[in-house]
């Protein structure tokens, strides 16, 4: 389990963010963020709140302490890593039941101030750049933010793709019956991907494409494939009857009725490549996992 819940000795009538700091050492920042997220309760499981004065017995603290699987990055350096994760592994856990994530491994090899750079979805696999400390995390995270590199995915569209398209439809939440769901439309946000074919196999009436985004939107390289009639093979989410999108994503779909209903056991969407300028050194990383 990725939380461990601690339990101290509470001194009563000390202020809650002293009590984390001198007792459970804690800085100032993990302490307002455990408050935040309701992470420190009493004994009688009331979530304690950030300026509170103690007046209870004990506190307990939910802790994240990572665990190992055996993931090891592909590349390390002193300030940051990078994992080729395979399909099926959360990046983030989402509840204190989550029971592993990517960021068990990260904090397991690097410690509690490594972090993520960035996400890909559970299903997606391929290539996650992770910080290792809190100077790396801010610039890689600006980085990001700025667009300042090169990511390439590779994946397997249904139908036939016969030529380089740039998709430019911008991209908003769908506000239907899934909740995670996007969709395209003019009142969202710029959205950009530039997909190219790769491999048409006449025998399926799958294309192999290379999709580069140019944004970096929730689901953007799905929307934009579904937007325009090749969505991806696997996709749980777009492209099927939204009955059975909620059935899988609560997780309510057996392995039988996900291959009958939605033609795969995983999306097939990989990030394969990944370009950036750190420190005045351009990296260049390639996936090693084979995805076809």
């Known amino acids: 389990m990725p939380f461990i819940l601690k339990k101290f000795k509470a001194t009563k009538g000390e202020k809650i963010q002293n009590f984390l700091q001198n007792e459970v050492g804690l800085s100032i920042?993990?302490?307002?963020?455990?408050?935040?997220?309701?992470?420190?309760?009493?004994?009688?499981?009331?979530?304690?709140?950030?300026?509170?004065f103690l007046k209870c017995e004990y506190i307990n603290v939910a802790l994240f302490e990572g665990h190992t699987r055996g993931l090891k990055p592909i590349f390390n350096t002193s300030d940051f890593a990078i994992f080729d994760k395979p399909s099926g592994i959360m990046v983030h856990p989402i509840s204190r039941n989550t029971e592993?994530?990517?960021?068990?491994?990260?904090?397991?090899?690097?410690g509690e101030k490594a972090?993520?750079?960035?996400?890909i979805d559970l299903e997606t696999s391929g290539l996650v750049l992770v910080t290792k400390n809190k100077l790396a995390d801010m610039t890689l995270k600006v980085m990001f933010e700025n667009k300042e590199y090169v990511k390439k995915y590779i994946l397997l569209a249904k139908g036939n793709i016969s030529k380089e398209i740039t998709i430019n439809d911008p991209i908003m939440r769908d506000g239907?019956?899934?909740?995670?769901?996007?969709?395209?439309?003019?009142?969202?946000?710029?959205?950009?991907?530039?997909?190219?074919?790769?491999?048409?196999?006449i025998n399926t009436n799958q294309t192999i494409v290379e999709a580069t985004t140019l944004t970096g939107r929730q689901h953007q390289i799905r929307v934009h494939l579904d937007s325009i009639g090749h969505t991806i093979v696997g996709d749980p989410i777009y492209g099927v009857d939204e009955i059975i999108a909620d059935k899988y994503l609560n997780k309510e779909l057996s392995k039988e009725d996900r291959m009958k209903h939605i033609g795969h056991d995983r999306l097939m969407l990989h990030a394969l490549y990944l370009e950036f300028e750190y420190n005045d050194i351009t990296y260049k990383f390639f996936s090693k996992q084979d995805f076809i």
């Open 29 to 52: 920042s993990q302490s307002q963020k455990l408050l935040a997220k309701g992470r420190i309760f009493n004994e009688n499981g009331s979530k304690l709140q950030n300026g509170e």
């Open 100 to 110: 592993y994530t990517l960021l068990d491994e990260i904090r397991y090899h690097f």
């Open 115 to 119: 972090n993520l750079a960035h996400r």
């Open 176 to 201: 239907g019956m899934i909740g995670v769901k996007m969709k395209t439309d003019e009142k969202g946000k710029p959205s950009t991907t530039i997909i190219k074919p790769l491999k048409y196999d």
